[in-house]
């Protein structure tokens, strides 16, 4: 469980992916297909090292902006928004992490012995 939590970072994920591609188009940069990949790769791989600090996501965005050569200063352009979009992929992750949890609980029962909260 411990090492599922810290892998699941799909909110976390899903932003820096997004937040890499809006500040590429915004600064005027045209990216490649070999720059959006190496962005789906950094924005996957670079949460794991942010798990349990907050704020810790904008700073990983640095990496994934600098894998595809935009200039980090567009940071500044989500700077604001970040706080409460934090508190969004924080509920993501956590719901991707209960769901998980549930399912493990529910496929790990033996058949003889039901769980008693499904029915």
């Known amino acids: 469980m411990p090492i599922g939590a810290t892998i699941n970072m799909d909110g976390t994920c899903l932003y820096q992916g997004v937040a890499?591609?809006?500040?590429?188009?915004v600064m005027g940069y045209d990216l490649t297909t070999a720059q959006q990949l190496s962005v789906i790769a950094t924005a996957t791989l670079a949460p794991i090292g942010a798990a349990a600090v907050?704020?810790?996501?904008?700073?990983?965005?640095?990496i994934v902006l600098e894998s595809i050569?935009?200039?980090?200063?567009?940071?500044?352009?989500?700077?604001?928004?970040?706080r409460p979009l934090d508190?969004?992929?924080?509920?993501?992750?956590?719901?991707?992490?209960?769901?998980?949890a549930l399912l493990m609980n529910r496929f790990s029962t033996a058949k003889d012995d039901p769980p008693t909260n499904w029915q």
Do not use: E, K, R, Y
């Not at 890499?20 to 188009?25: D, R, Y």
């Not at 508190?87 to 209960?98: F, H, I, K, P, R």
């Open 54 to 62: 907050p704020g810790a996501g904008i700073l990983m965005l640095v």
């Open 87 to 100: 508190m969004l992929w924080t509920a993501t992750n956590v719901s991707g992490d209960s769901m998980v």
């Open 69 to 82: 050569g935009v200039n980090p200063a567009g940071i500044a352009l989500i700077f604001a928004v970040d």
């Open 20 to 25: 890499a591609i809006f500040i590429a188009q």
